[in-house]
């Protein structure tokens, strides 16, 4: 019983994704606490939790991302589980490790997973030895500029130039000749050195071969204590601003069904050669114009984009990782039908993208067939600069993609943000441009939109 293994279950996150979890957790019966920061106190996911701990101020390192508090608020509320979301402490397997020593259930893969998958360049030798495709890069961390420019002139221009730990797209940037790598490499070592706590031996870059016009395709993956690791349909992320994600669907509709079939056996074979065990994704680099592929990264925890696979194949992922946490391995036959796309709402300039926090003064969310929408925030919350500008996620499904498309128009003006700056006028932009009206669009949309390429 889920109730006897689980529950009360604590969720150490914030905003949409913790209201989101807890819903499920409820559904199934569950207790569910919550911890927040003073900046959090009033919003959503605080007040529809079953209980709620304040475990610090505002800044995350004192709060979300203290490991000690949040397994104290864990013992003294006598929670038995604690699902990290995403962000935050979610692949951290120093604390998934101390979860696990605290005697709690741990609801994501075994730390040793997350290890192996952390670490960009650890993960591509793996993968290439696993049979999965890899794009030409370096096999070893690149501490400097040296090594940087003999890497480059093996691997061939363009490059893409990243940290090898961390995600999110921070310190990734692309470099066509000697200079714009040197300045890519500055800024990739600057990020690895704030970002991913390297050693002060040198930061942990990685560099491998750019390919033009890429799609971002991920697949969702789940598994399962028997061994088993199922695909469960791919999610199209190329719509990005600064190399972070800010549309989503699926299925991809710029892939074929053949190459479709060759990503989701290559996304099972990546978890079954880490003994993958829960939600995760393989994320990938697909060259449309070749119908090919390669590796990218792997995230070890419930994506922001979840909801369009829930929204194609019915399944409630937040369940099955809890079922998956609690030693079940459910019957997953996944068969996908229609379309649907996520608009993340974010608050923030539609234009440049900066954050442009604020005092919600009005919110009204659209409804109707078709229509999901997962919200951190109502009227009269403030989004403060203390975390991720995302406000909600605005999802749309239909039996086609033109009628996700058309619901999405409608959904979009419908959605009523006022107060802090938002991202809406931008999504209403893109539902209208012919790139991606057509489909045909990669990873330099945004930037074409905006004419910065």
Same mark, same amino acid.
């Given at each position: 019983?889920?109730?006897?293994?689980?529950g009360? %279950? /604590?969720? &150490?996150n +914030?905003?949409?994704i $913790?209201?989101? !979890?807890?819903?499920?957790?409820?559904? *199934?019966?569950?207790? =569910?606490i919550?911890?927040?920061?003073?900046?959090?106190?009033?919003?959503?996911?605080?007040?529809?939790?079953?209980?709620?701990?304040?475990?610090?101020?505002?800044?995350?390192?004192?709060?979300?991302?203290?490991?000690?508090? %949040? /397994?104290? &608020?864990? +013992?003294?509320?006598? $929670?038995?589980? !604690?699902?990290?979301?995403?962000?935050? *402490?979610?692949?951290? =397997?120093?604390?998934?490790?101390?979860?696990?020593?605290?005697?709690?259930?741990?609801?994501?893969?075994?730390?040793?997973?997350?290890?192996?998958?952390?670490?960009?360049?650890?993960?591509?030798?793996?993968?290439?030895?696993?049979?999965?495709?890899?794009?030409?890069?370096t096999?070893?961390?690149?501490?400097?500029?040296?090594?940087?420019?003999?890497?480059?002139?093996?691997?061939?221009?363009?490059?893409?130039?990243?940290?090898a730990?961390?995600g999110?797209?921070?310190?990734?940037?692309?470099?066509?000749?000697?200079?714009?790598?040197?300045?890519?490499?500055?800024?990739a070592?600057?990020?690895?050195?704030?970002?991913?706590?390297?050693?002060?031996?040198?930061?942990?870059?990685?560099?491998?071969?750019?390919?033009?016009?890429?799609?971002?395709?991920?697949?969702?993956?789940?598994?399962l204590?028997?061994?088993?690791?199922?695909?469960?349909?791919?999610?199209?992320?190329?719509?990005?601003?600064?190399?972070?994600?800010?549309?989503?669907?699926?299925?991809?509709?710029?892939?074929?069904?053949?190459?479709?079939?060759?990503?989701?056996?290559?996304a099972a074979?990546?978890?079954?050669?880490?003994?993958y065990?829960?939600?995760g994704?393989?994320?990938?680099?697909?060259?449309?114009?070749?119908?090919?592929?390669?590796?990218?990264?792997?995230?070890?925890?419930?994506?922001?984009?979840?909801?369009?696979?829930?929204?194609?194949?019915?399944?409630?992922?937040?369940?099955?990782?809890?079922?998956?946490?609690?030693?079940?391995?459910?019957?997953?036959?996944p068969?996908?039908?229609?379309?649907?796309?996520?608009?993340?709402?974010?608050?923030e300039?539609?234009?440049?993208?900066?954050?442009?926090?604020?005092t919600?003064?009005?919110?009204?969310?659209?409804?109707?067939?078709?229509?999901?929408v997962?919200?951190?925030?109502?009227?009269?919350?403030?989004?403060?600069?203390?975390?991720?500008?995302?406000?909600?996620?605005?999802?749309?499904?239909?039996?086609?993609?033109?009628?996700?498309?058309e619901?999405?128009?409608?959904?979009?003006?419908?959605?009523?943000?006022?107060?802090?700056?938002?991202?809406?006028?931008?999504?209403?932009?893109?539902?209208?441009?012919?790139?991606?009206?057509?489909?045909?669009?990669?990873?330099?949309?945004?930037?074409?939109?905006?004419?910065?390429?």
């Open positions: 019983m889920l109730t006897e293994t689980l009360p %279950v /604590l969720i &150490a +914030r905003g949409e $913790a209201r989101r !979890i807890i819903r499920t957790v409820k559904r *199934l019966g569950l207790r =569910a919550a911890v927040h920061s003073e900046a959090d106190g009033d919003l959503p996911f605080v007040r529809e939790a079953d209980e709620a701990v304040l475990i610090g101020p505002a800044n995350p390192a004192q709060s979300y991302l203290d490991a000690a508090k %949040v /397994l104290e &608020a864990a +013992r003294a509320t006598g $929670a038995k589980a !604690i699902h990290p979301g995403y962000g935050f *402490l979610a692949e951290n =397997a120093a604390f998934a490790r101390a979860v696990i020593d605290a005697g709690l259930v741990w609801i994501g893969p075994a730390p040793e997973a997350i290890d192996k998958m952390g670490d960009k360049i650890n993960a591509r030798n793996l993968m290439e030895i696993a049979g999965v495709p890899v794009a030409a890069g096999r070893e961390p690149v501490a400097d500029l040296s090594q940087a420019l003999k890497a480059a002139e093996s691997i061939g221009y363009p490059v893409m130039v990243k940290t730990g961390g999110g797209g921070i310190g990734m940037s692309v470099a066509h000749d000697d200079e714009g790598l040197a300045k890519a490499f500055e800024q070592a600057r990020a690895a050195a704030r970002f991913a706590g390297d050693a002060l031996d040198g930061p942990a870059v990685l560099i491998e071969r750019y390919i033009e016009r890429a799609r971002h395709v991920e697949v969702q993956i789940l598994g204590p028997d061994g088993r690791v199922v695909a469960l349909g791919e999610r199209d992320c190329s719509v990005q601003r600064r190399h972070q994600k800010v549309v989503e669907e699926s299925p991809s509709p710029g892939i074929t069904p053949e190459l479709r079939e060759r990503m989701l056996a290559a074979r990546s978890g079954e050669a880490v003994g065990l829960g939600a994704t393989v994320e990938c680099l697909v060259d449309a114009d070749k119908q090919d592929f390669v590796f990218l990264e792997m995230n070890t925890r419930l994506q922001v984009e979840h909801p369009v696979t829930e929204l194609v194949t019915g399944l409630d992922l937040v369940e099955l990782q809890l079922r998956v946490a609690a030693g079940e391995s459910p019957e997953v036959r068969v996908t039908t229609g379309h649907a796309i996520e608009f993340r709402v974010y608050a300039d539609p234009k440049r993208f900066f954050p442009g926090p604020g919600i003064t009005e919110w009204v969310e659209p409804d109707g067939e078709g229509v999901r997962d919200s951190g925030y109502t009227a009269g919350n403030t989004v403060t600069p203390f975390y991720d500008p995302l406000m909600a996620k605005l999802c749309v499904y239909g039996e086609t993609r033109a009628d996700a498309l619901r999405g128009r409608k959904a979009v003006d419908a959605f009523v943000v006022e107060g802090p700056k938002n991202n809406l006028p931008f999504c209403a932009e893109l539902l209208d441009n012919a790139e991606f009206v057509t489909g045909d669009y990669d990873t330099g949309l945004v930037a074409r939109m905006r004419g910065l390429r």
